[in-house]
Every structure is written in C-alpha cells, then in structure tokens.
C-alpha cells in the first residue's frame, strides 16, 4: 500500500501519485488491525461526463416535445374554430311582375324587390308567392361574405276565360295592332297607345303570350332608348325615356332613382337657360309649321313646348303654345 504525505489517503501498489492533490506516493508500513478499520476510504470518482451530458439533452427534447404539442393543439383549435364558426352572405330577390312575397327556409323574410343580408351561407330553400301566379321554389347556395343575386319571371295562372271576355280581349288586340302600325307606343294621348291596350289585355289574360312579349320588347327599345341619351348626355331626353320607363316598371327603385340623378343633372346643367328656351321655342315654331305636332314624330311641337315649361315653369309663351296646339288639332279633326 502506499500513503499520500499530503491528505493522507492511502492507495494501492500501482498508484505512484496522488489522484486528489497530485503527490508522489510513499511506501506505507503494515498497519494494525485497529489502525487498518480506521483509514479513510477514498471519495468516489464523479461520474462521467458522458452520463451527465445525455440527461440534460434527454431533458431539453422533452421540453422541446412538449412546446411542439402544445403549438400544434393551438393552431388546430384556431383553425376548427375559424372552419366552424358561422359564416354568412347576402341574397338579392327581385321577381318579374314586382310585389311576390319571399320566404326564406319556410320563413316569410319580405316583398320584392328584397335584399336579405346576414343570411347564413350553405343551401336555401327560396319560395316567391303571388297572387295569380304559379309558386316559384329554388335551392340556392349562399356563399361566404358574398351577394348571390337572382331574378325570376313568374308565371302566370292559365285562367278559364269566358266566351265574353276571349272577345274582349280580341278586341283590345286589334286595337293594339292599329296602335303599333302608327307607331304609338306610349302616352300621350292615354287612352291609345300600344302600352295601354297591352295591360288592358293583361288585365283579363294575365298569361296572354301576345301581350306579354309586346311588353317585353317595349321595355327593352325604351331602356336602350334611355340609356344611350343618359350616355349622350342628353338629360332632357334621358328623362323623357326614363319616365317612359317609369310607366312600363312603376315599382322600380332604381328608375326613380335615375330619375332623381338626371334632375339634379338638368339642374346643374341650365345655366344658359334664355338660350335654350329661344332655341326650343324655335323647335316648336318649326314643328307647328311643318304639321309635326305629337310623338312619334321626329321633333314634334308638344315635346318642345314641354320642353320650354321644364327650364321655365312660368313660360307664357308655353302656356298659349298649348292652347295652339288644342286648336289645331282640334281643327285637324274637324277636317
């Protein structure tokens, strides 16, 4: 055995030096059995730097593990949360003829022309119900933060008209076809004009194809009529086929609104007001002297003098050209 000098611990043969302080070692004499249960062991050596460095990574995975599946539960909450609340989207309802009630799933939601907002997105059940007219029901898909817009034509019930009224109707049809040979399409005068004689007719036949498509293709020659002199710029003309428009869609919000943004225009518009009034007082004299006094034709003196009354509503010279014009066509009939 052999003895450090320095700490005193005591170490085998082998060891030539101190493992704790580094001395050389000295040869040490046999001890006593006594002294031999008293010498001190030696401290245990520390474990090795491998072992303490794999369970520090072991613990740091872990931990990392850890964060990682709490960052994934996260995300998923979020993202079935934002899959799965409830989204919605708007719907749009009009109906040709206007007025059809609207009911959404079973549940009465209004009258159109009908705008829904915050209507659920997915499938709809949409029922239009009118009086003399067949039930419309659709499924329509709304789609999320979007407006899905749709116009239906109604159809009409097919009534059992009597022998009285399939001649009544015969008769008003005759007199629609004189009305479109002298190409007279709407009022003046009110009681003969191709849209008069068409709701006459509607208004025994609701379903009547003849009368119906007559209509149709009034409207579209007005609206075009209407649009192109809103294009132009011609606000006095624009207003005149859009209040023809008016009278073919009495409950359309967006013709009266048109309306409304052409007045403003004309408002805006008149400044030169004298020169206008010469030159549509000009018109008029023109058209009485070469016999063109009501529409259809081509600068007829009625627009003219309704012209005038628009930029001057106190217009004398207006107001005796009216009296004019009763005379004269009052003397043309005589004739």
Known sequence: MRECPK??????????????????????AEPTSDAAELVPLSPAPPPPAEDRASIS???????????????????????????????????????????????????????????????????HQIKAVKEGYKDLVQQLEVIPYATENVHWNLDPLIPQLSNEQLAEVESWRKKLDGAQKENILLPPPDDYNVLYFANKILAIDPANAFALEVKSKLAESVRHSADLAY????????????????????????????????????DVSVKDREQQIAEWKTKAETAFSTGNLLPPAKDNALDAIRTVQRLDRKSDYARKA??????????RGDT
């Open 57 to 123: 990574v072991r613990t740091l995975m872990a931990g990392f593990g850890i964060l990682l599946l709490m960052g994934v539960v996260t995300f998923t909450s979020v993202f079935l949360y934002q899959y799965w609340k409830p989204k919605y989207g708007s719907l749009i309802v009009k109906t040709s003829p206007p007025g059809a009630v609207i009911f959404v799933d079973g549940k009465q939601r209004g009258i159109t022309p009908l705008t829904i907002g915050e209507l659920r997105s997915g499938g």
């Open 7 to 28: 700490c005193g611990n005591v170490y085998p043969d082998p060891f030539q030096f101190c493992p704790v302080d580094g001395g050389e070692l000295q040869d040490q």
């Open 231 to 266: 294009a132009r710029e011609d606000w006095l003309e624009a207003e005149k086929q859009y209040k023809n428009l008016a009278l073919l869609f009495p409950d359309d919000i967006s013709i009266n609104e048109r309306l409304t943004d052409i007045a403003a225009k004309i």
């Open 322 to 331: 009216l009296v004019q014009l009763k005379e004269t066509l009052q003397n």
